[in-house]
């Protein structure tokens, strides 16, 4: 029999995905395409909350409600600080790159997801939109939506094609809120692409957001009025404010402290209630108040470029494959049942990455 706990997490996390829809419901109601759309998707998440706690109440087996998915090992720019270069997903010699499932791979895969009440996956790389013969096979899983996390930099006319047949691709442009931040990490002219393609996104009425990464200098910048007035006019319908993970030394000092959450949570309540038509994500978020964090299947977990099921993105450890076991069992892998016996969830941390910070026992785990 699962605990209070774990039933509150998944009522947590089912009543959020519900909010989400009907915000979603309600910005797209003056286009009939996308209207079409997320009513669909508003009743099939509904039917997706009941499979999983069907298996919860009757296998003691919780079903992450979203994944996080790295297809791709490549990447058109060199932005400072990548984890997914720090972690080796991207890699520019092909020689040294991890070996990459198949488009018709991940289409399994997230069949299979779709079948066990899973709702989302968010697409990583690398770059994502590098790998496009990757986003038609998954885009073919009409019951799952798939936030593609990309820098922009590659939507053109062609691809705003692509995009309009497939609506449960959701471009989420990825900036760090100014001009000079993002060119100064992300590379000279790329704010200016990426706005580009916001206003490309715009034009066809296609639904997208916006990803940026937070640090102890731009919160109070990146949280301001002033600024998502300007993400609102460019056509943003969803942001999604990500605590900044140190993978680079010397910039330890950038990521969050508790006092820092404190103020996030304080300032991103003060946004919900003053944009009704933006829906305002923050990862790690609410970890605290759900017992820590949401990996290693609390929650979601990462699955990399070659189908190993890892804790994280932060977390790149894993004894077992996706593609060779399927999610059911790799749900249930040793390390992952390690983590959260060990209450490796809970384990206090300065900010942005529990087990980023813990690597060394995960690493002992491993062992």
């Known amino acids: 029999m699962e605990d209070s706990k774990t039933l509150d997490l998944a009522a947590y996390m089912s009543g959020s995905i519900r909010n989400i829809m009907a915000t979603a419901y309600k910005n797209v109601l003056t286009n009939p395409r ?15 909350e009941k499979r999983r706690r069907k298996v919860l109440e009757e296998e003691g087996l919780e079903i992450p409600p979203f994944l996080i998915s790295s297809i791709s090992t490549t990447c058109n720019l060199h932005c400072k600080g990548c984890y997914a270069r720090s972690n080796g997903i991207a890699e520019d010699s092909e020689d040294n790159r991890k070996q990459t499932l198949t488009p018709q791979q991940w289409r399994d895969i997230f069949t299979e997801a779709a079948s066990l009440g899973i709702n989302f996956s968010l697409l990583a790389g690398g770059e994502p939109m590098m790998r496009k013969d990757i986003l038609e096979a998954v885009g073919e899983v009409k019951d799952m939506i798939f936030p593609i996390f990309t820098n922009g930099t590659l939507i053109g006319p062609a691809y705003i094609e692509f995009l309009r047949k497939r609506l449960n691709l959701v471009p989420i442009i990825s900036i760090e809120g100014t001009a000079f931040g993002t060119d100064e990490r992300r590379g000279q002219g790329v704010f200016r692409r990426a706005m580009q393609s916001m206003e490309l996104l715009k034009e066809e009425d296609l639904f997208f957001g916006t990803s940026i990464t937070v640090t102890t200098e731009n919160l109070a910048q990146v949280t301001s009025k002033e600024f998502i007035d300007q993400l609102r006019a460019y056509g943003c319908k969803i942001v999604f404010f990500i605590e900044y993970v140190p993978t680079e030394p010397g910039t330890e000092h950038l990521a969050f402290a508790d006092e820092h959450v404190a103020q996030m949570e304080a300032v991103l309540e003060e946004r919900r209630r003053d944009y009704s038509d933006i829906i305002f ?11 820590g964090c949401l990996a290693s299947g609390r929650g979601f977990f990462h699955i990399g470029p ?25 749900l249930q892998s040793p390390l992952f ?3 959260r016996a060990a209450r490796a969830l809970g384990w206090e941390h300065t900010g942005g990455c529990t087990l980023f910070e813990h690597r060394d026992e995960i690493e002992e785990m491993m062992n």
């Open 337 to 339: 049942r390690k983590i």
């Open 34 to 48: 996308e209207a079409k759309f997320a009513y669909r998707m508003q009743r099939l998440f509904e039917k997706s």
């Open 281 to 291: 994500l923050s990862f790690p978020g609410d970890e605290k108040a759900l017992g």
């Open 306 to 330: 070659d189908g190993s099921a890892e804790p994280c993105p932060f977390s790149p450890f894993s004894d077992s494959n996706v593609a060779e076991l399927g999610l059911r069992k790799a």
